[in-house]
């Protein structure tokens, strides 16, 4: 195995059999290519990637029965020949050996790769969550509407316009507006303004969702490939964020947002129940005080200049978030990663009625100028 001059042999060999690979019979000849390409000192890997790529024939070698061909070189010239590999006394030193060449270290899942990004943040940042109830202790549905900048509606229609006014700002916002759930999705793209005029005016029923940052209004591509005007590319810009946190009891998301509020005044546009078991906290990101949507002209659409920094500068801001609000030590605490991971997410308007919870999404808080302000919409 260490000879040169062999090794030089074996390479033309193997050369040679690869080139002489026929379709429909090729996976018969792997035995032979991979014999020959072991003995040159060719790594498993170096195998595999030669053979998929200069394997003669329109159709490639089926991955499986070259990956199998590769172990049988391997266990025939390393470890003495396939009937000896399988004895049981073989040695463990050439066993292990030929377990690291085919079984290395499985990358780590996403979640697996969060986890230890999570328990590497130092203590004091784990427990933000935990510090954030503890300030907001006793707080109730009440306290957060006495908190509200903007005085909370009763009337349903008035909560959904009123919620409407704060996300979409201006008539030039697009967004899209409908119902999910069991039954999938319906809905469609309008003007925020104008559905809350129709909404007020009774003319339209509450739609269950809005989506949370404004819409171009122009047809994209969804990760699939499929066409929608209601993804991540069509997305016109980046001013909120959605926090819940659906595994935390309702009493402590009260406190939660409680104390946020007031510790970081500015930054909550509005709370809404959602009817069953999580408060939906949309906020307002840093990329809107670093890069301020400006009032367009009506012939063109907004920020229309959306590019890749924009893209990874709401990726940063994202990860912040999750670094900050998915760090505690209990699961129980950390806030749903879902909301961060797509900028076309939606959000529950207030006054829609939830039939699967036969109860009614309620408008808990609200900066109705907020948006407006921060973002120089008008």
Known sequence: MTDEAFQTRQRGKYATALANLMPG???????????????????????????MANAPGATRPNPSAVRRAIEHAVRTVELGGVKDWAKKNRPNAAAAAYDRIWKAPKEPTAAEKLEAARRALPSHVRGTVSRLVAAGRGATSKTLREMSPTAIPTAPAEQAAAHLTALGADW?????????GATGKRGGICDAAALADTIRAGLADIPTHVSLNPLTGKEGRTKDGLPSFDCAATVAAFPFALLEFDAMPLADQCAIFAALIRRKPGRVVSLCYSGGKSIHAVVL??????????TL????????????NDDAKWRGEMDALVRLFASSDDPAERIDLAPTMNPAIHTRLAGAFRADKGKRQTLLYLDADLARRELEIF
């Open 297 to 308: 002209p009506p012939t063109r659409q907004l920020r229309e200049d959306r590019n890749e």
């Open 25 to 51: 019979t090729r996976d018969a000849g792997l035995v032979t290519v991979t014999l020959y390409g072991r003995q040159a000192g060719m790594t498993p890997d170096e195998l595999y990637a030669d053979i």
């Open 172 to 180: 030039r916002w697009r967004i899209w507006a409908g119902t999910i």
């Open 285 to 294: 990101i840093p990329e809107a005080h670093d890069r301020r949507l400006k």
